[in-house]
């Protein structure tokens, strides 16, 4: 009995496994086929444009509640996890936000020999350690962080309608793309034209109703 207990605890003092930085990629987004016609819910941008971040993630789609280490896995269905690690042997996806300094991860470890998925541990204290999920479901998907350093994105919404005038909402979002650094409300009378310009943007209004536009884009943001 003794013997085991000596064994267990040297699994557990053993330092953790080696975990390299997945970078997420930087994507330039321009939604925008120029004279095409489009159809848009009030709310809704009409144009976006600028940079981003993605990365890979898996998508839990079901999981038993369970516990790994002695604690409760903290991740639940419908969330995704970005991969953010990786050594020679496994991906490993996980939240950040979950880490202490980069020496305690916690997540998802995909097997790149196998494909098998498995909720894993790691931390420089406790070792590395892997569980099965129960009832786990998953897809792989993508991930869009908010913090994007030196990203720029612009949108243009569609408002509404009062009478003949149109209102729009031009955002920009710099560097945290979850919050806009600038918003600037617009508003446009179409009596007068149906072509609608703002920061090099011009965009040609076919058609709007109580729910919706018709538009084309002429030319998008300069």
């Known amino acids: 009995m003794k013997k085991t207990i000596f064994l267990l605890s040297l699994i557990l003092v053993s330092c953790g496994a080696t975990m390299n930085s997945v ?14 016609e489009y159809t848009k819910e009030i709310g809704s941008p009409l144009v976006t444009k600028g940079d981003f971040l993605q990365q890979k993630a898996v998508k839990i789609k079901n ?10 896995f903290p991740y639940s269905v419908g969330e995704k996890l970005p991969l953010n690690g990786q050594n020679s042997s496994y991906y490993f996806y996980y939240d950040k936000s979950m880490s202490r300094d980069n020496t305690y991860q916690i997540g998802i470890a995909e097997n790149k020999k196998t494909g098998e998925f498995k909720s894993f541990v790691n931390s420089y204290s406790g070792g590395f350690y892997t569980k099965d999920i129960p009832e786990f479901e998953y897809e792989i998907t993508k991930f869009t962080p908010n913090d ?3 990203c720029f994105k612009q949108e243009f919404i569609y408002n509404g309608r009062v009478n003949n005038d149109l209102k729009f909402v031009y955002r920009e979002y710099v560097d945290n793309l979850a919050r806009s650094s600038f918003t600037q409300e617009l508003q446009y009378d179409i009596d007068d034209s149906n072509i609608i310009g703002f920061k090099g943007l011009r965009i040609e209004v076919l058609n709007t109703n109580n729910t919706s536009i018709t538009y084309k884009v002429l030319s998008t943001f300069e």
């Open 63 to 72: 999981m038993k509640s369970f516990n790994i280490s002695m604690m409760k």
């Open 148 to 150: 994007c350093d030196n």
């Open 23 to 36: 970078l997420p990629e930087r994507l330039t987004e321009n939604d925008i086929i120029l004279e095409k």
